[in-house]
């Protein structure tokens, strides 16, 4: 936490935003305080009414123009977040900036169809004369904590769902990337959101704090969370004090499955992408890999050839394969976790140390072999630049290894027989199963983002992301307003012996049984109620 200044005398903190490559100070920005946390709601409370009130369709519009400012700012966006976050400027505009235009391409398509009224015809005689709806309406103020690893993708992709449904939305980014935050509500604004329906809130862990305690109407009415299990805990624990509904979107532990008939050298090579993309620090990156006995060898060699052969700098410099870590207490994890393997009978195979040459946040790409689950690199978070590879003898062992994990956030399978991977997928505890791929699931702009266990809570993307943004109202009108319902007042023995008729009338087994039930219900509509 060297980065976050607290300056105590004045009793401001401030947040520092620091290149992680260089160590400059790009700005350091005051934390919003309380009082400013509850304006900036209070603020969002009162746009939010106006910008239910224009529609899906012209809300669809604005989205569109964010989407074309987006795309005509691309470059200069993908190298604010290298310069904050430190990824290589290609995978910026890869897992961010692309991903943000597909998830607004994908609410351009579908929002408006996703978000009307839908009709809920009823099965049951007893109220086949209402009409049932499904209303669809925006919770009011949706809050977003984010993270700094994906500094742009994460917050846009649910800015834009929550935006879309009409509400208004309240962003407390992390403390170390504000200003990719400060661009994303620049684009949103110039783009025609208007001012209070999207703010950003900077600051610490307790300006996320003061966003969740927020109450009455100064108070968001959703949060939706992205970050760590402890942290997502704590919120839990803080939301549930004042019952307010949030996804949480928490840590993953994923494992990739390489079964025995797998293609090697494509399986090493997505296993290092998947253990090294953005330096390890992803929640879908391979955090855990175990090889068939028979191929294990052969994919220890691949991954420890491709892995010497990556490029580790700058993230603004165009040959980078691999770009710093966000700080160094990141890193101090990372090592941490390669000792104790290390102590326990790891064989490293690539990497292993700091790159100081290089700059403070530097770490080389590891690959351990023989790693077991008594190691904390199979078991906690790493977040970092590790490939940690264990053998397996049979499917079910692999199975069994990948579910002894408190997290279930995604998973791969490789096998060249998609039926074989697809089975072995739907017994992986696990929010997505991806079968000859890794981490681009976040890309799939349709597919619901989430995991299961400790990895987190609800779901962000596609449907079930835009659903997490809408409170669900359940609109019933009865077609027959000048008739009293056969089932009020007015008990007796023939009533019960109508109820029976209808209930067997539905539900018996026996066409006969049936007809008898129906003629003993039909008394039932012409009895007098109270
Ligand atoms: P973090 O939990 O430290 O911080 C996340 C956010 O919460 C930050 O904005 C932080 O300021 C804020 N925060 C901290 N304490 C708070 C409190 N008491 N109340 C309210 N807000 C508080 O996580 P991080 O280090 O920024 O991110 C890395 C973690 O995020 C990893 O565990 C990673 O797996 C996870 N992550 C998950 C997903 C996913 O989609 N499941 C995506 C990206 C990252």
New binding site residues.
């Given amino acids: 936490m060297s980065v976050l200044a607290i300056d105590l005398q004045v009793a401001v903190r401030r947040v520092s935003s620091v290149n992680p490559a260089t160590g400059e100070v790009l700005r350091e920005l005051e934390c919003a305080g309380e009082s400013e946390v509850l304006a900036a709601v209070a603020r969002a409370r009162a746009a939010q009414g106006a910008w239910a009130a224009i529609g899906v369709r012209r809300r669809i519009a604005v989205l569109r123009e964010f989407q074309h400012r987006l795309h005509e700012k691309k470059s200069e966006i993908a190298e604010a977040i290298t310069r904050e976050a430190g990824k290589p400027v290609a995978e910026a505009l890869t897992t961010e900036v692309l991903v943000v235009l597909d998830a607004a391409r994908f609410l351009i398509d579908h929002a408006y169809r996703l978000l009307r009224d839908e009709p809920l015809p009823h099965g049951n005689l007893a109220t086949k004369l209402k009409s049932g709806r499904l209303v669809r309406e925006p919770y009011g103020v949706v809050g977003i ?6 500094p742009f993708s ?1 917050p846009a992709t649910e800015t834009l769902a929550a935006l879309v449904a009409g509400n208004a939305a309240v962003l ?5 990337t504000s200003l990719v935050a400060l661009e994303l509500q620049s684009v949103l604004h110039d783009a025609g959101v208007p001012t209070d329906v999207f703010q950003v809130v900077v ?7 003061a ?2 305690h927020s109450r009455g109407e100064t108070g968001i009415d959703k949060l939706v ?8 805990k ?2 839990a624990a ?1 939301a549930a004090e004042r019952l307010l509904p949030v996804v949480l ?4 532990k994923d494992p990739m499955l390489v079964l025995d008939d797998a293609d090697v050298d494509v399986a090493s090579s997505a296993a290092v992408w998947g253990a090294f993309v953005n330096a390890g ?4 990156s391979v955090e855990r890999c175990y090889v068939h006995r028979s191929l294990y060898e052969a994919f220890l060699k691949a991954c420890a050839e491709k892995t010497k052969k990556l490029r580790v700098g700058h993230g603004l410099d165009r040959e980078t394969d691999v770009g710093p870590m966000i700080h160094e207490g ?1 890193l101090r994890i990372v090592e941490s976790h390669v000792a104790d393997a290390a102590a326990r009978g790891a064989r490293l195979l690539a990497g292993g140390s700091r790159l100081p040459e290089l700059g403070k946040n530097f770490y080389k790409p590891t690959v351990l072999a023989d790693v077991t689950h008594e190691m904390r690199i199979m078991r906690e ?1 790493t ?1 970092g630049p590790v490939l940690p590879v264990a053998a397996f003898d049979s499917d079910e062992e692999a199975v069994r290894l990948a579910n002894d994990s408190e997290f279930g ?1 995604a998973a791969s399978v490789w096998t060249r027989h998609g039926e074989r991977g697809e089975r072995l997928a739907r017994r992986i505890q696990a929010g997505t199963v991806m079968v000859n791929d890794v981490v681009s699931c ?1 890309g799939v702009s349709e597919a619901p ?3 299961v266990k400790s ?2 809570v609800g779901r ?1 993307h596609g449907r079930f992301g835009l659903e997490e943004m809408v409170r669900l109202k359940y609109l019933d009108v009865d077609l027959m307003p000048g008739m009293k319902k056969v089932w009020w007042y007015g008990y007796g023995a023939s009533f019960r012996r109508q109820m029976e008729g209808f209930l067997d009338l539905q539900f018996a087994r026996g066409f006969g049984e049936r007809l008898r039930g129906a003629l003993r219900a039909a008394g039932v509509m012409w009895r007098k109620r109270l």
């Fill in positions: 904590i984010s993270p700094w690893n994906y994460i407390k980014p992390s403390e170390f600051g610490d862990g307790a300006t996320g704090a966003l969740i969370f992205t970050g760590s299990v402890a942290t997502g704590r919120i803080a979107e928490l840590g993953g620090q992803t929640c879908l990141q978070e977040f956030l976040f983002h989430g995991g990895s987190g962000a």
